[in-house]
């Protein structure tokens, strides 16, 4: 499930690309980030978080991709399903033993 967010993948694209584009005209990259955010109406954080995904994803910065991380969010979510199950199969055993284990002694 992903959340809805207030900007729309083309401008996110379209403002990354000017802050790669771009960046050669300004002191810092987070020079370069604030001043084409403020062009675009968003926050210089927002804008930053971008391109910072952009560059791993990219493999220009180090850092688990996009894919990477769904990947990963996929596995926990396997993994607590799992000990999950593997707790109630844990207690479901002991209940029946112990129930198998009254039984016999009478």
Same mark, same amino acid.
């Given at each position: 499930? &992903?959340?809805?967010?207030?900007?729309?993948?083309?401008? #996110?694209?379209?403002? !990354?690309?000017?802050?790669?584009? #771009?960046?050669?005209?300004?002191? &810092?990259?987070?020079?370069? !980030? %604030?001043?084409?955010?403020?062009?675009?109406?968003?926050?210089?954080?927002?804008?930053?978080?971008? !391109?910072?995904?952009? =560059?791993?994803? =990219?493999? &220009?910065?180090?850092?688990?991709?996009?894919?990477? #991380?769904?990947?990963?969010?996929?596995?926990?979510?396997?993994?607590?399903?799992?000990?999950? +199950?593997?707790?109630?199969? =844990?207690?479901?055993?002991?209940?029946?033993? +112990?129930?198998?284990?009254? =039984? %016999?002694?009478?």
């Amino acid at each position: 499930m &992903s959340r809805s967010s207030r900007y729309s993948p083309e401008l #996110r694209e379209r403002a !990354v690309r000017m802050v790669i584009d #771009r960046r050669e005209d300004y002191q &810092s990259e987070w020079a370069t !980030v %604030t001043a084409i955010s403020k062009l675009l109406g968003m926050s210089p954080e927002t804008l930053r978080g971008w !391109v910072r995904r952009t =560059q791993v994803d =990219q493999g &220009s910065r180090p850092g688990l991709t996009t894919d990477e #991380r769904a990947r990963l969010k996929a596995l926990e979510r396997e993994v607590k399903d799992l000990r999950r +199950t593997n707790a109630i199969l =844990q207690d479901a055993s002991i209940f029946f033993a +112990t129930a198998l284990d009254g =039984q %016999t002694k009478k």
